[in-house]
């Protein structure tokens, strides 16, 4: 079962250049949702998504966009890169909320992302 | 708002027992969990917390109190591979999104 899969694992890019991180699970999730993570302030919430179809900012949306086509997949773009978005990226996924239990997330192995 | 309180940093002893602490203060409240983080890792779920008291899990326990707005993990007997970064994340008033700590990085020594 591969769980959560993100790709790439390392990237450098220069400012100004557009890529995308993906990423990929395959335990029927609903809600999937990407974080970035700097030192000494813990993962922040960028976009979420609910369902295929469906995605909403969180809290530092800015600079990135997603998509959720399909339940599986939840790219994440960069539009114009800068210097502020190096960072490391995880996706993560988890079940809806079913009779009320909370549902853990589950992550992605992480990117390491460099913006000279 | 949303405010998450935890120690930057704890160093305790192998076969010890260590608290990590967290405080929060957030608009809406529907849980609480933990997870551990090793360097260059993803975070891996420990535990969670939706009712005041204590859970336990083995080495582990976690404790909530809502009125205090107070957590804590508890790790017992403590291994080596202990080490790393452990992230207080509270689950948003929608029940939809956390919110992280800062994480707190445990250095156990031989």
């Known amino acids: 079962n591969a769980g959560v899969t993100q790709t790439p694992k390392f990237q450098v890019l220069k400012t100004g250049q557009s890529m995308t991180l993906q990423c990929a699970q395959d335990m029927n999730h609903e809600y999937m949702s990407w974080y970035r993570q700097d030192p000494g302030m813990g993962l922040r919430l960028i976009h979420y998504s609910v369902g295929a179809g469906i995605t909403d900012q969180g809290e530092v949306p800015n600079g990135y966009n997603v998509s959720r086509s399909t339940t599986e997949d939840f790219p994440l773009r960069l539009l114009s890169a800068a210097p502020s978005q190096t960072s490391v990226y995880f996706c993560a996924s988890r079940r809806g909320r079913v009779g009320g239990r909370l549902e853990k997330l589950f992550f992605g192995s992480g990117t390491q992302l460099s913006v000279l | 708002g949303q405010n998450i309180d935890q120690p930057t940093e704890m160093t305790a002893t192998e076969g010890a027992i260590v608290q990590i602490n967290c405080t929060y203060q957030t608009s809406g409240f ?11 890792e993803a975070p891996t779920f420990l535990s969670y917390n939706v009712l005041d008291g204590l859970e336990e899990k083995g080495r582990f326990s976690s404790f909530l109190s809502r009125s205090k707005g107070y957590s804590y993990l508890l790790l017992k007997e403590l291994q080596m591979k202990d080490s790393a970064s452990y992230l207080c994340a509270v689950l948003d008033n929608y029940g939809q999104n956390f919110v992280f700590g800062p994480g707190t990085r445990l250095s156990v020594l031989p």
């Not at chain 2, 529907?30 to 260059?40: D, P, T």
């Open chain 2, 30 to 40: 529907n849980g609480l969990f933990w997870y551990q983080q090793h360097a260059g």
